[in-house]
């Protein structure tokens, strides 16, 4: 697990890496200044406040339930004020209706059909809270299955939709995950190039400002690559909080262990 001074210096690195990326885009990118969101999934609030300590404002989480948990934590409110919580998980209505109460609440990245902008706007209405909600449009650039997101064919209806149907929604970019693992050696992440003329196809369809549009795109193996393709918004985690145990898929649950210690079948306690 990273210590103080690791996330510290590793901030720092990414840091540094970010702004030279920045500076090898092309002279006449239209853009905004890339925002590192520091992925914090699975840490402890400690490593939040120490990154926080660092400057970082932006945080993102991917589980509705540890964001809610960890932006009402009482360290977190107390050393954190003007701390910036991204959600950039599964949109799953329940859960993401919690977030939205959330005072430090910045962003919902992974928005994906109308409904979901249709429920996100009603939601926010109601809630009478100031301003409007921020909001990013999440495209499946790489048209697995398993990743979420609007088919890139359809970016454009829906970012139209939020921007004449959802008075109480911010539109601010696109936001790709991609695939996993990709080998830059072999030249520019195919999905970042999707995600890069699928902003323009939405940009001239709608004609938007194109240095108002972000795109969030790149994560901790590839960020700065990503900036160098057009990302605002780069999300890093295990880069700064070291890396996550993998999900403890083989372990039994506890009720199917009980369970066989009561049938007899549990071999090792026999
Ligand atoms: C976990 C996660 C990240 C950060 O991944 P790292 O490889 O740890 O940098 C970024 N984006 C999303 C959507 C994630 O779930």
Known sequence: MAGKNEISSAIKVVREKIEAATKRRPDNFPGIEPTLVAVSKTKPVDMIIEAYSCGIRHFGENYANELLEKAQDSQVLENCKDIRWHYIGQFQ???????????????????????????LNSTWERLTKPGKLQVMVQVNTSGEDNKNGCPPENASDLVKFVLEKCPHLQFCGLMTIGAYGYDTSK?????????????????????????????????????????????????????IFGAREPPKKNVLPVSTVENQVVQGTFKRLQ
Not at 200 to 227: F, K, P, R, W
């Open 93 to 119: 209505t329940k859960n993401i209706r919690k977030l939205l109460g959330l005072q430090n609440l910045h962003m919902i990245e992974t928005l994906q059909s109308e409904k979901n902008a249709t429920f």
């Open 187 to 239: 030249g520019p992440n195919p999905d970042f190039l999707r995600l890069v003329s699928c902003k323009e196809l939405v940009v001239s369809n709608l004609g938007l400002d194109s240095s108002q549009m972000g795109l969030s795109m790149g994560m901790s193996t590839d960020y700065e690559h990503a900036i160098e393709l057009g990302s605002t918004n780069v999300r890093v985690g295990s880069i």
